[in-house]
């Protein structure tokens, strides 16, 4: 294996593969980058086992074809500090790495390949087309109400389902949810799965890209995302997602309009004094006021108000402060909609004319 490639173009997919690289003393090669080159195609691929990246170069000078793992800490601090327009000439040798660019030169240990694990067997069900941007915008709105370290290991993701001509993600962690849908004009297989915690911030962490058209694969067991000179393949968690739609309202009822800049403010000062344990406060509704009130457990106490356009039956309700202001910091509009269920169990916010984003939030007891 030989070839030369540009330092800056070299630096700068590293850096995007190399976040799956962790120390590793029971295996050891999860250190390390794959590094592949044929018919004029350099592949670097990391993995953790749960997630791989890899990424694709295209070389158009003379190479000899080959593969190999490296250290993928030390060959990206090499190259960080060679200079940025120099050429780099990679070489293998004896099972040794030869690196060398201008004054500088390096020899460096390998692993086998065939020890690299990989998911080159990727079968798909299901495959479609969509924006980068919106892929990105139903992530960042839905994200925060996934389960982090739930027993209930399938809420610990978000779903993506595709059923009709929807294309929709929810996020659960069994106190608030989070939905949005958008309409999918390409005809693709259904499909229900639900993407592990973990691949969905390292999904939206290569999404932070300039608009692209994404190829999106569905297989059993992963997902595989084709972005840009990347592929991105993810593990799926096996499992029953919760019944979601039991827990949507109808719109039967009027909504109560409030601006979203005074409910979060007054929040914002409310919650200054809320209960350190439970950060609960109230919210009370009557006679066009909307009234905020905390305490604590060393019997402080705040309250704020603010004039709604409301003046139907008395509402009183307890909240986490904190699940409805993650709410708030994902909506942009004016105003929001709220609607509370019959039962006053819970209350459903929607941004103001926008019905395809959807929270559900569900209340403390008084």
């Not at 798909?124 to 027993?151: C, V, W, Y």
């Amino acid at each position: 294996m030989k070839f030369i490639i540009q330092n800056n173009i070299l630096v700068e997919n590293l850096k995007k593969i190399s976040r799956l690289l962790v120390k590793n003393t029971s295996f050891p090669i999860l250190e390390n980058i794959l590094i592949e080159i044929k018919k004029n195609i350099l592949s670097l691929t990391t993995t953790n086992l749960e997630i791989e990246i890899i990424a694709n170069i295209e070389i158009s000078t003379a190479h000899t074809p080959g593969k190999t793992t490296i250290s993928g800490k030390k060959i990206l601090n090499i190259c960080r500090n060679l200079p940025k327009t120099s050429n780099v000439q990679i070489e293998l040798k004896n099972n040794k790495i030869y690196i060398s660019s201008e004054n500088s030169s390096y020899i460096l240990s390998t692993l086998p390949p065939e020890n690299f694990p990989n998911h080159q067997n990727f079968h798909n069900t299901s495959s479609f087309h969509i924006s980068s941007d919106i892929l990105k915008n139903m992530i960042i709105k839905t994200e925060f109400a996934m389960g982090k370290q739930d027993i209930r290991y399938y809420l610990n993701g978000m779903l993506f389902e595709k059923k009709e001509n929807y294309l929709r993600n929810v996020a659960t962690d069994g106190y608030r949810l989070a939905t949005s849908y958008i309409i999918l004009k390409e005809k693709i297989n259904s499909f229900s799965i639900i993407i592990p915690n973990k691949g969905i911030m390292e999904m939206l962490r290569l999404l932070n890209t300039k608009e692209t058209l994404l190829h999106i694969l569905i297989g059993t067991n992963n997902l595989r995302i084709h972005i840009n000179n990347l592929i991105f393949t993810t593990q799926l968690i096996e499992g029953k997602y919760p019944d979601y739609n039991s827990v949507l309202l109808d719109h039967s009822e009027k909504p109560i309009i409030i601006n979203h800049d005074l409910l979060k403010k007054s929040l914002l000062r409310t919650s200054i004094l809320s209960h350190e344990k439970f950060s609960g406060i109230e919210i009370n509704i009557q006679n066009g006021e909307l009234k905020t009130i905390s305490d604590n457990q060393e019997e402080e106490t705040a309250e704020d108000k603010f004039n709604v356009e409301y003046f139907d039956k008395i509402i009183e309700i307890s909240i986490n402060v904190y699940y409805i202001l993650d709410v708030l910091n994902t909506i942009n509009t004016k105003n929001i909609l709220l609607f509370l269920n019959k039962c006053q169990s819970s209350i459903q916010i929607e941004p103001e004319n926008n019905s395809s984003t959807v929270y559900v939030i569900m209340l403390l007891k008084r």
